[in-house]
C-alpha cells in the first residue's frame, strides 16, 4: 500500500512540476534566443593553453576571460585532421556516421547541420574561415546566409595564411555594415589558422618565446635559414631545429591569444557577448615532435585528440571547472539546447549529449527544469569515439591508426592494421608505454569496438568535390599535397 501511496505521489508531484514548468517556462521564442558563437583555433594543443595550467604563459588575456567559462579539462575532436573534425562539430555524429573523411568530402544532406538548424529556428549565419577546407565553396558552407573565406580573405592583397587578426577585422567590417545586429539572433561561425604550419609569428609574438627555448640568436639564425629554404626539414630532427619550430609555434599560440582578445573586445563593443553562447576549441591538435612527427593526421594520440574547449554559457559570472570525457559531437545538442530547440536525436546511441548541465545553474527554474529533465554534466562510464580514416592526400603513407574509444581515463587504440594498444591515461598520460595484452580493464573497451564497427556501413560515402585550382595552391602553402 505505502508502495502505492509513494508512486501516485511521485506520480503527482512530477504532473505538478511540469505543468509549473509549462507556465515558468513557455520555451525560448526567437527574440531572447541567445547569440551562438563557435570560435575554432586550428592545430592548437591543449598543453599551450594556461587556462589548464600547464605553467606555459601563452596565453594571459584568455586565463582572465575564462574566469568566467566552464573549462573542460578532457575534451575531445573526433578525429586529428581538419575535414572529419569539423563535420562532426556541425553534425553531432562521428566520423564513420557522417563520412566527411576526405579533402573535399560533402556533409550528409540527410543529417541536421548546424548552421541549417539554427537557420530555420531564425538564426542569422555567418562564417569566416581562414581555413581552405572550410571554404564557401565545399558544402560546409550549407545553411549559411553569409560566407566570407580564405580565398576571399587572401584576394583582399594578402599571401599564404591568413591571420586571426584578419578574420576579426574582417567580423569588425561585417559588423559595421549592418543596420542592427541583434534585431535577430546570430550564429556565427570563425576558424583561425595561426598556429597551423607554416609557423611564422610576428616578431613581437616570437621574441617574447624564443627565451624559453635556448640561445635565441642562435634559434634565430636557424628559424631564418628555415625560411629562405635554406634548410629543409626533411631527415633534419637536431634538437636545435626541434626547439626552434617549438618557438614558432608557441609564438603563432601568443599571436593567438591577442587576436581573440580582439574579438572580445569587438564582441562586446557590438552588445554581443551579453546574451551568448560561446564556443571556444580546437579542430584538432598538433605533434610538435612527440614522436619525432610534426603536424597531425597521422595518430590518434593525446598531443592531436586532446582539445581546448571552453564555454560561456549565456549569463555566466563563474569559471566552472569539468573534468568529465567530452566530445566535440557535444557541441551541436548543446547549442541546440540552448537555443530552445529540441532535437529527438540528442543524447541517442553514438551522438552528442547537451552540456548545458555543466554550465551554471543561472535560477531555480533552471535548477527545476534540470531536475525534471534529469539533466546531467557527464559520468566516468561514457565512452567516446576517435576516428582517422585512410586518406591518401594528406600523408604519402597511412595513418597509423584507424580509431580509438576513451571511457574515463582508459583508451584503446586500434590500428590500421588490426592491432590494438591499451593505455591507462591516469599513470600514463604521455602514452608513452602499452598496456600488456589480456589486461581484464580494457575489456569493455575492445567489445565497445566490436558493437561500434558492426555498425559502420557498407554504403559508398557522399560525392567527394574536386577542390578548384586557387584552394589547391592555398592547401599547398599549408602543407597539404605536393
Ligand atoms: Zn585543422
Do not use: K, N
Given at each position: 500500500?505505502?508502495?502505492?501511496?509513494?508512486?501516485?505521489?511521485?506520480?503527482?508531484?512530477?504532473?505538478?512540476?511540469?505543468?509549473?514548468?509549462?507556465?515558468?517556462?513557455?520555451?525560448?521564442?526567437?527574440?531572447?534566443?541567445?547569440?551562438?558563437?563557435?570560435?575554432?583555433?586550428?592545430s592548437w594543443r591543449w598543453d599551450h593553453v594556461d587556462v589548464y595550467q600547464t605553467g606555459v604563459a601563452l596565453m594571459p588575456h584568455l586565463a582572465r576571460r575564462a574566469q568566467r567559462a566552464t573549462v573542460f579539462w578532457r575534451a575531445y575532436a573526433t578525429s586529428s585532421w581538419t575535414v572529419p573534425s569539423v563535420a562532426s562539430l556541425f553534425t553531432g555524429i562521428y566520423p564513420s556516421f557522417h563520412r566527411a573523411t576526405m579533402f573535399g568530402s560533402t556533409l550528409p544532406p540527410h543529417q541536421t547541420l548546424a548552421p541549417s538548424a539554427l537557420s530555420k529556428a531564425g538564426y542569422r549565419t555567418v562564417a569566416i574561415s581562414a581555413n581552405a577546407f572550410i571554404s564557401k565553396r565545399s558544402s560546409f558552407a550549407q545553411g549559411f546566409t553569409e560566407f566570407l573565406d580564405a580565398q576571399a580573405l587572401l584576394s583582399q592583397g594578402r599571401k599564404g595564411k591568413v591571420r586571426g587578426t584578419t578574420v576579426v577585422k574582417t567580423l569588425d567590417e561585417w559588423l559595421n555594415k549592418q543596420q542592427d545586429v541583434r534585431s535577430s539572433p546570430l550564429f556565427l561561425y570563425l576558424h583561425f589558422m595561426d598556429p597551423h604550419w607554416p609557423y611564422g609569428p610576428e616578431e613581437q609574438f616570437l621574441s617574447q618565446v624564443l627565451p624559453r627555448f635556448g640561445e635565441a640568436s642562435e634559434l634565430k639564425r636557424l628559424i631564418g635559414e628555415l625560411y629562405f629554404g635554406q634548410l629543409r626539414l626533411e631527415g633534419n630532427t637536431s634538437t636545435e631545429l626541434q626547439n626552434a619550430l617549438r618557438a614558432l609555434y608557441a609564438g603563432e599560440v601568443l599571436a593567438t591569444d591577442a587576436a581573440l582578445e580582439e574579438l572580445f573586445v569587438l564582441l562586446e563593443r557590438h552588445r554581443l557577448a551579453e546574451n551568448a553562447l560561446i564556443v571556444l576549441t580546437a579542430d584538432h591538435g598538433e605533434e610538435l615532435f612527440d614522436r619525432g612527427h610534426l603536424g597531425h593526421g597521422r595518430t590518434l594520440f593525446e598531443e592531436v585528440v586532446r582539445v581546448p574547449l571552453l564555454v560561456w554559457f549565456p549569463g555566466q559570472k563563474k569559471r566552472i571547472d569539468i573534468h568529465h570525457v567530452v566530445s566535440h559531437t557535444d557541441v551541436l545538442p548543446t547549442s541546440l539546447d540552448v537555443a530552445g530547440i529540441t532535437s529527438p536525436l540528442i543524447g541517442a546511441e553514438y551522438r552528442g549529449r547537451s552540456l548545458v548541465a555543466c554550465g551554471p545553474t543561472t535560477s531555480w527554474a533552471t535548477r527545476l527544469q534540470r531536475w525534471v529533465g534529469r539533466k546531467k554534466c557527464g559520468d566516468s562510464s561514457r565512452l567516446i569515439w576517435l576516428e582517422l580514416l585512410p586518406m591518401k592526400e594528406l600523408h604519402s603513407t597511412a595513418p597509423l591508426h584507424r580509431a580509438a574509444v576513451i571511457r574515463d581515463m582508459q583508451k584503446l587504440l586500434v590500428l590500421h592494421d588490426g592491432s590494438i594498444q591499451r593505455v591507462d591515461l591516469a599513470s600514463d598520460p604521455r602514452e608513452q608505454h602499452i598496456a600488456p595484452l589480456h589486461d581484464r580493464r580494457f575489456e569493455n573497451l575492445e567489445a565497445a569496438w566490436d558493437d561500434f564497427r558492426e555498425r559502420l556501413t557498407s554504403e559508398p560515402p557522399p560525392p567527394v568535390m574536386t577542390p578548384d585550382a586557387a584552394t589547391r595552391e592555398h592547401l599547398r602553402v599549408l602543407g597539404y599535397g605536393d
Open positions: 500500500m505505502s508502495v502505492l501511496r509513494t508512486l501516485a505521489h511521485a506520480v503527482c508531484t512530477s504532473a505538478l512540476l511540469l505543468a509549473l514548468m509549462a507556465v515558468l517556462l513557455p520555451g525560448t521564442t526567437q527574440a531572447e534566443r541567445p547569440h551562438i558563437l563557435w570560435i575554432v583555433i586550428d
